[in-house]
């Protein structure tokens, strides 16, 4: 069984006219979802994450100000890409409870997969920084909660997105425990990802060219970073699912196709079983093609529902 986690609020969250991270991404997702062929999923709302959860990877007064800066109508600027509106606060906390959930539901053994559909996005955002349309770091929330409430030691992180999870990388760079595995184009935004950043030994980057593609990127993987995902033998697998690698996205240069999606899923869930139980947690990050990230986010679940 699959389990999907979303919320109303996730769409009301409303950076503006014209921005590239929009209600309009989830709709895409959600509308490509509702489909014959997933109606198994179990479909559940996503709880709020608390402030216990939250302040486990964000500081204390960066949680205040965000949660009480939500404008009363409009938009608040935070950051040259990153905005709020009034209901940005609420769509955060459904963001970031939604991954907390689904490590609840995986690791009680209800459900061995879990797929987020949610936004804002969250692999950018430092302890105290919102940046790159993210505003919690959902997926580093969900870690530290399997880390402090289930006494996990042993927790991946892969990062398939086009942009580097420089907020992860850095909430976990000194947490051996977590071990974060990006493959990202570089140079790109946010300008970090290099190889020689390594953490404590448990960072490890795979940069990719402008131009490369479905050659490149299964290499790299097969290659590289699979191996050292299978060395850690994590006790749970957590997935930062951006889509903007494809050949269609608008704000990069990597060449993939909805069937590169499939593949690193299908890796990644047969990886699961052999140290994790299973257990595999997803949750969206990326994509701004919306033809193009329907049809990946459709295929990362279907291999994921498989």
């Avoid at 062929?37 to 960066?62: C, K, T």
């Avoid at 009480?68 to 950051?79: F, I, K, N, V, W």
């Avoid at 420089?166 to 977590?178: M, S």
């Avoid at 448990?202 to 191996?227: C, H, K, Q, T």
Wanted: proline fraction near 6%; charged fraction near 20%; charge should be negative.
């Amino acid at each position: 069984m699959l389990r999907l986690y979303t919320h109303p609020a996730c769409l009301q969250h409303d950076p503006g006219p014209g921005q590239a991270e929009s209600p309009a991404r989830l709709r895409a997702v959600l509308q490509a979802l509702d489909h014959d062929r997933f109606a198994a999923i179990d479909r559940v709302e996503a709880p709020r994450a608390s402030r216990e959860q939250l302040l486990r990877v964000h500081d204390a007064a960066y949680v205040e100000r965000l949660l009480s800066s939500a404008p009363a109508s409009g938009t608040l600027r935070l950051d040259e890409d990153t905005l709020m509106s009034p209901a940005s606060a609420e769509a955060a906390l459904r963001a970031a409870g939604a991954v907390v959930a689904a490590v609840d539901a995986v690791i009680a053994g209800r459900d061995g997969h879990a797929f987020c559909a949610v936004r804002p996005p969250g692999h950018h955002a430092t302890a105290d920084q919102a940046m790159g349309f993210c505003l919690f770091n959902n997926i580093a929330v969900a870690a530290a909660h399997a880390l402090a409430a289930h006494g996990l030691k042993r927790i991946a992180i892969a990062d398939f997105d086009v942009h580097h999870g420089n907020g992860t990388q850095a909430i976990f760079a000194t947490e051996p425990r977590v071990l974060f595995i990006s493959s990202h184009q570089s140079p790109l935004y946010p300008e970090t990802g290099r190889e020689d950043e390594r953490g404590v030994g448990n960072i490890v980057n795979a940069p990719l060219s402008p131009g490369d593609g479905s050659y490149e990127f299964r290499e790299l993987w097969d290659g590289m970073l699979l191996p050292r995902l299978h060395a850690f033998k994590p006790q749970l697998v957590l997935v930062s699912a951006g889509f903007d690698a494809h050949r269609d996205d608008p704000l990069a240069d990597l060449r993939l196709n909805h069937e590169d999606f499939a593949w690193i899923t299908e890796r990644l869930v047969a990886l699961a079983p052999a140290h994790a139980g299973g257990r595999l947690v997803s949750s969206l990050e990326g994509g701004y093609n919306l033809s193009a990230l329907a049809a990946s986010a459709t295929a990362h679940v279907g291999a994921l529902l498989d």
